[in-house]
C-alpha cells in the first residue's frame, strides 16, 4: 500500500536482458508498486517473468525486440557494433515514447549501451537516473577477452564516466560499495539481495505433489524399481510416499537431492562439482555403506549447458543420478525447498558480487556448500549457514561429511538447516525499504 500523503510517481526500470531471468530488478519493480509508484518495466521477452509480477495494475512490463543474430553474416567486432546500435535504438526510442518518470532505475551489466542511452533520456527528460550495479561489464568482458584488451579498458572507462553522472546508485555487497568508492568516487546504498515471497519453505504434500509432476517428464523423480518403495495408487516417487493411513510421507530411505543452480557461462565451473560427485561414488563403490544415493538436480539455461550435458552423459554413475531440467518460475522455488543441499559454484569476475542463487535457498531455509571467492562470506558464514569449498577435494569431503547416515543423523545438516532460519527472518521488501526507498522520494 502506499504511504497516506504521498503523491504517487512513476518509475521506470530497465533490463537490458530477459526480464524473466532478472529476478531483483523484477523485485524492484515489485517493491515500486506496492508504495504506489507506477512502473514501466523495459526488457527484453524470453522466460515468463513472475506472476505477481503479471497480475499487478501498476506494473506495465514494455517488451524490446532481441536484436537479430548479427553474427550469422557479418564479422564479430562488426557484428558487436551492429547489435550496440540496434539496442541503442530500441531502447532510446522506447523510453522517450512512455509517460515521463520521475525516476530510471537501470541494471548494470549490461553497461554497453543501456547506461549512455539512460543517462541522454533522464537529462532530457528530466529524470533521476539510479543504477543497480549487479557487478561490473568490464570484468565479465575482460574473461573473455582479457583485462589488456582495448575494449576492456574502454568498457571500464565508460562504466565509471556514466556511473559517476547518476543521480543515486546501489549495489548488492559492502565490498562493491567499497570499489565503487575507491575506483571511481561513486557513492551508493547497499541492498542486499532477499529472496521474494514465494522462496519459503513448503509441507511433505507439497513435496509429493510437485515429484509427481515433474516425474511425467523426468524420470529421477518416480519411484522406478527400488524394493524399499511401498507403491500406494502408484503415487509413490523416489523421495516420498503415501502411507496406510493416507498421509504422505518422506520415504526412510531415500536418496539425497542435492540442487544446484546455474546460468551455465564461464564464471561457475561444474566440472569441479562432477568430479567431487565420481570421488563420492567411488567411496560408495569401495564399501562405504553409510553414504546415500544421489539425485543432483541442476537447472538453469546457458551457453555452456550442451558442453557439461555431456561431459556428464558420458560419466558412468550407479550410485548418482542427474537431472538438467527447465522448470517454471512458480516451480523453482518448490524444487529448491524440496532439496537436502545446495551446492553453488559461482565465482564472480569482479569478486564483488554475491549469487542470488544461493539467496533463493536460503530463502526456502536450505543449506549450502559454495566455493570460495572474494566478499562470499558478507553471505555464507562457513559451519553456520552453509560450507565453503575451495576445490573438488573439498566439496566431496563437505557432501560425504553432510550426508553420513542421511537421513536419520544427519545432525550437521540439520544445524546448517536450523541457522538458515534466520536469514529467512527479514523479506526483500523490508529491506528494500530500508534501503533503497528514500532514493526514491520515499521517507
Avoid at 533490463?15 to 506496492?34: E, F, I, W
Avoid at 515468463?48 to 537479430?68: A, C, F, V, Y
Avoid at 546448517?416 to 527479514?426: D, K, P
Wanted: aromatic residues 10%.
Amino acid at each position: 500500500m502506499a504511504s497516506e500523503g504521498r503523491k504517487v510517481g512513476r518509475v521506470c526500470v530497465v533490463v537490458l536482458g530477459d526480464v524473466g531471468h532478472s529476478p531483483r530488478m523484477q523485485y524492484h519493480a515489485l517493491s515500486l508498486a506496492r508504495e504506489g509508484f507506477q512502473v514501466d518495466l523495459v526488457g527484453y521477452g524470453g522466460s515468463r517473468p513472475h506472476e505477481d509480477l503479471l497480475d499487478n495494475k501498476g506494473i506495465q512490463i514494455h517488451t524490446m525486440r532481441s536484436p537479430p543474430e548479427f553474427r550469422a553474416y557479418m564479422p564479430r567486432l562488426m557484428s558487436y557494433a551492429a547489435k550496440v546500435l540496434w539496442q541503442i535504438m530500441a531502447l532510446f526510442f522506447t523510453l522517450i515514447l512512455l509517460k515521463r518518470p520521475s525516476h530510471i532505475l537501470v541494471q548494470n551489466p549490461p553497461a554497453i549501451p543501456s547506461l549512455a542511452v539512460v543517462w541522454i533520456v533522464s537529462c532530457m527528460r528530466k529524470s533521476a537516473m539510479i543504477i543497480d550495479f549487479h557487478n561490473y561489464g568490464y570484468t565479465i568482458l575482460a574473461m573473455s577477452l582479457g583485462a589488456t584488451h582495448p575494449l576492456v579498458r574502454f568498457s571500464k572507462w565508460y562504466e565509471g564516466f556514466f556511473g559517476v553522472r547518476a543521480t543515486a546508485s546501489m549495489c548488492v555487497t559492502q565490498a562493491m560499495k567499497a570499489h565503487l568508492d575507491h575506483q571511481w568516487n561513486i557513492t551508493s546504498t547497499v541492498l542486499y539481495d532477499r529472496p521474494a515471497e514465494l522462496f519459503h519453505s513448503i509441507s511433505v504434500e507439497e513435496k509429493h505433489w510437485l515429484f509427481i509432476k515433474l516425474s511425467k517428464d523426468y524420470s529421477v523423480f518416480s519411484h522406478g524399481d527400488d524394493a524399499d518403495c511401498e507403491e500406494s495408487d502408484g503415487a509413490a516417487t523416489a523421495f516420498t510416499e503415501i502411507s496406510s493411513l493416507e498421509n504422505v510421507t518422506l520415504r526412510g530411505k531415500r536418496p539425497a537431492l542435492i540442487v544446484s543452480s546455474t546460468s551455465w557461462t564461464a564464471d561457475e565451473d561444474f566440472s569441479i562439482l562432477l568430479t567431487a560427485l565420481e570421488d563420492y561414488e567411488a567411496t560408495i563403490r569401495s564399501g562405504r555403506e553409510d553414504l546415500p544415493n544421489i539425485v543432483c538436480i541442476i537447472t538453469g539455461k546457458g551457453p555452456l549447458k550442451e558442453h557439461y550435458t555431456k561431459l556428464i552423459s558420458n560419466k558412468v554413475f550407479q550410485h548418482v543420478k542427474f537431472c538438467t531440467p527447465w522448470l517454471s518460475a512458480e516451480d523453482y522455488p518448490k524444487l529448491l525447498a524440496c532439496a537436502d543441499l545446495g551446492v553453488c559454484l559461482h565465482t564472480s569476475s569482479s569478486g564483488l558480487d554475491l549469487p542470488m542463487k544461493v539467496v533463493d535457498m536460503f530463502g526456502v531455509g536450505l543449506p549450502v556448500c559454495a566455493i570460495q571467492f572474494n566478499c562470499l562470506n558478507e553471505l555464507v558464514k562457513h559451519e553456520h549457514n552453509g560450507l565453503v569449498f575451495q576445490n573438488e577435494n573439498e566439496l566431496s569431503a563437505q557432501l560425504q561429511e553432510l550426508l553420513s547416515n542421511f537421513p536419520d543423523s544427519s545432525e550437521k545438516l540439520r544445524r546448517l538447516r536450523e541457522n538458515v532460519v534466520a536469514f529467512q527472518a527479514v523479506g526483500w521488501h523490508q529491506s528494500w525499504r530500508l534501503a533503497a526507498y528514500q532514493l526514491f522520494g520515499g521517507s
